[in-house]
């Protein structure tokens, strides 16, 4: 395995990549999406690397309207701890991605790439526990009680929730999270030559 210096175009697609994660601190990362007959124009939850909110809030509000009747808690910024580390820890990838510019050993670049890789998988753990305790842990009083019934979101994709349907998936920022993996994963490739050359 060589540790020489990192390639032209290996700098050029981390450079992306630190791009990608500045401007993924500034757009929503994910979104879910719910619809039902009496709210034709969809109600929009944008999820940002610092809190749960839209334009107005006004869809958030509703959202929590509807979740009081089925017991489901609120939805507040403040009670997710991840919006208070998500940032930096972004901020900190686009740092990494900027320094290994001046690397002198392409091992850093197969380190950062396991870093990402389980930061990615543990985010997505992470995120199925919230919405599995938001859908599961209902309110005993609540209004609308159905037996044996829970409201967990889909991770991705669509879900039936009684009349709504719920779509959860990557927003802007988190395309832009799997773009930078992907170049994080081709920048490590080239430089080890995982492939066989052509002849």
Do not use: C
């Amino acid at each position: 395995m060589k540790t020489s210096e990192v390639s032209v175009l290996s700098k050029v697609l981390l450079s992306i990549t630190g791009v990608l994660f500045i401007v993924m601190m500034f757009v929503p990362l994910w979104s879910i999406y719910l619809w039902a007959p009496q709210y034709p124009e969809w109600l929009h939850l944008p999820m940002y690397t610092n809190g749960l909110r839209d334009s107005t809030n006004l869809d958030l509000r509703s959202i929590n309207e509807l979740n009081h009747y089925i017991g489901m808690k609120v939805l507040r910024t403040q009670d997710f701890f991840e919006f208070s580390i998500l940032r930096y820890i972004l901020a900190f990838f686009a740092l990494v991605s900027f320094l290994l510019l001046f690397s002198k050993k392409k091992i850093y670049e197969l380190l950062f790439l396991i870093l990402f890789v389980l930061f990615a998988v543990a985010a997505m753990i992470d995120f199925y526990r919230w919405e599995y305790d938001y859908g599961h842990n209902l309110d005993s009083r609540a209004a609308i009680k159905i037996p044996d019934m829970t409201y967990q979101p889909p991770l991705i994709g669509s879900k039936q929730l009684l009349n709504f349907t719920a779509y959860s998936m990557p927003d802007v920022g988190g395309w832009m999270l799997v773009a930078a993996g992907i170049l994080l994963l081709i920048v490590v490739i080239k430089d080890f030559k995982f492939h066989d050359k052509k002849q």
